[in-house]
């Protein structure tokens, strides 16, 4: 499969901020995990991260033109207000996105309880931190091999 890994804004900042809710890895050793995880399977995968909503949309814009099979998603705070990236999820109806959380947002503040951008994709993995991403990869495989099973 062709995958793309979406991370919004502060999250290259993993492993220095919060460490308590984040962990203690960095943002590298995260992407590396993913990036191994990804070959094994027989994967091809693109790891990206932005601090800007433009260039997340631009990112899920790319997916498409590309043909991506499946994206995987950490809005960051923008999970919780950006209409703009739900809206960029729904126009890749075709690929299906999965979006991921380090922390259980659920457990967190009020304000992080409500997803905007989870509606527009076929799952969301929150709590268990960079493991999250092989649980994504999981669902996309999952959802990938129904798709072909399909047509």
Do not use: W
């Not at 993913?34 to 932005?50: P, V």
């Not at 799952?123 to 091999?145: H, N, S, T, V």
């Amino acid at each position: 499969m062709k995958l793309m890994v979406i991370n919004g804004p502060n999250l290259n900042m993993v492993g220095v901020r919060e460490k308590g809710i984040y962990g203690a890895k960095s943002f590298q050793e995260i992407c590396s995990f993913i990036q191994k995880e990804a070959e094994k399977r027989g994967h091809s995968i693109t790891l990206l991260q932005s601090n800007s909503e433009g260039s997340i949309i631009d990112f899920l814009q790319k997916a498409y033109f590309e043909q991506y099979d499946g994206v995987i998603i950490n809005p960051g705070a923008y999970t919780h207000y950006s209409i703009a990236i739900h809206d960029a999820i729904k126009a890749n109806a075709k690929i299906p996105t999965v979006e991921v959380h380090l922390s259980n947002i659920h457990a967190r503040e009020e304000f992080r309880h409500v997803s905007k951008t989870a509606p527009a994709c076929i799952g969301q993995l929150c709590g268990f931190g960079e493991y999250g991403y092989i649980m994504a990869m999981d669902a996309l495989e999952f959802m990938y091999g129904k798709k072909e099973a399909n047509q």
